[in-house]
């Protein structure tokens, strides 16, 4: 059975940072294309950002960009997503997601990602 689990979302201060981990279980994700999303209390799922397995290809949501980075540990099938200077719209309900491919393609496409973690709460206070 295949699953992602996220860990590392809370409640921080604005302004703060919190690193978000994502680990998954029951299939390698080494050759995959990995991503993260978000949804907010009466909105729709948002892209927030994504790196094809290699890391050579990387893509933000324009409203992240300069704040958050995903990175990701192969060996320890493993995608992090580092918030920094966190703002109090950055709350939300934040998914890992994988890819069964590697494409660096449409990443921003949720519909092409076929594995959802259970999502991870982060809230930011202003």
């Known amino acids: 059975q295949v699953q992602l689990v996220e860990s590392g979302g809370g409640l921080v201060q604005a302004g703060n940072s919190l690193r978000l981990s994502c680990a998954a279980s029951?299939?390698?994700?080494?050759?995959?294309?990995m991503g993260w999303f978000r949804q907010a209390p009466g909105k729709e799922r948002e892209f927030v950002a994504a790196?094809?397995?290699?890391?050579?290809?990387?893509s933000y949501a324009d409203s992240v960009k300069g704040r958050f980075t995903i990175s990701r540990d192969n060996p320890k099938n493993t995608v992090y997503l580092q918030m920094n200077r966190l703002k109090p719209e950055d709350t939300a309900v934040y998914y890992c997601?994988?890819?069964?491919?590697?494409?660096?393609?449409?990443?921003?496409?949720?519909?092409?990602?076929?594995?959802w973690g259970q999502g991870t709460q982060v809230t930011v206070s202003s």
């Open positions: 790196m094809t397995w290699s890391g050579d290809v990387t």
């Open positions: 029951g299939r390698t994700f080494s050759r995959s294309t």
């Open positions: 997601a994988g890819r069964t491919d590697s494409s660096s393609n449409s990443l921003s496409w949720h519909i092409l990602y076929g594995y």
